[in-house]
């Protein structure tokens, strides 16, 4: 689990971490250029699970400059219980394990803000790649630590209670996402409680307490759809205490 710090600012476009982080502007519109643009509203689906489809990866970025673009990333299990895999945010690929693999799409991304995706064929792309090698190997490590990310999750399935798989996730998603805010730490990104449930693997009753749990202990203060963080610190201490 991760104790650090939040590495993003409010406003901020390119999280770090993201390919396209390690672009100088120059380089981000080159990349933005390869593909064609196209506006997508909450709810829609940009990559569906199963589609055999896997000739394009797409990279998102946010319609305003205040906020980032969001999408989550799902897939349906065999018992038909949808799990949520991960978060991608403004400057964020998605698509590329099909397309380096030329297999079907293993997984779900919905928009959950506005956002614009821009669709980059897989052949323009992976040569673009070859053309700057060092992306190459910023794409590996991209892939890399998401790998590590989902590992971890599964680990604590096995290894913790709810309250602290819950309190686990959200310290690691505000290392990666927050911002300060009045009282705290913004979660930045914007997940329901069902959603934070099927991001820790328990059911939307057991995610309700241990959400009040951590609210009774002054901990966390939610709206709707929105996480604040009032003692990072102490959030960490209780996922790592146990």
Request: glycine letters at 8%.
């Amino acid at each position: 689990m991760s104790s650090r710090a939040p590495r993003q600012a409010p406003g901020s476009p390119w999280p770090a971490g993201t390919l396209i982080s390690t672009l100088d502007e120059k380089g981000r519109n080159e990349l933005f250029g390869l593909g064609e643009s196209r506006r997508h509203e909450p709810g829609a689906i940009l990559i569906r699970q199963g589609d055999l489809q896997c000739d394009h990866v797409l990279l998102l970025r946010s319609v305003r400059s205040t906020s980032p673009a969001c999408a989550k990333i799902t897939a349906i299990l065999d018992n038909g219980a949808e799990a949520l895999l991960g978060i991608r945010l403004s400057g964020d690929l998605v698509g590329e394990m099909a397309a380096l693999r030329e297999t079907g799409r293993s997984a779900t991304v919905t928009a959950c803000t506005p956002l614009v995706a821009f669709r980059i064929p897989a052949t323009t792309f992976f040569a673009y790649l070859d053309e700057r090698p060092r992306l190459w190997s910023a794409l590996a490590s991209m892939i890399a630590e998401r790998l590590e990310w989902a590992n971890q999750r599964r680990l604590e399935f096995a290894a913790f209670e709810v309250p602290v798989r819950l309190a686990r996730v959200l310290s690691d998603l505000a290392a990666r996402h927050g911002f300060a805010v009045a009282g705290g730490t913004d979660l930045g990104i914007r997940l329901s409680q069902p959603e934070l449930g099927r991001l820790i693997g328990a059911k939307e009753a057991a995610v309700n307490n241990a959400v009040r749990l951590l609210k009774r202990d002054g901990l966390l203060l939610t709206d709707y759809r929105q996480v604040v963080i009032t003692d990072l610190e102490a959030l960490h201490a209780f996922g790592a205490a146990s």
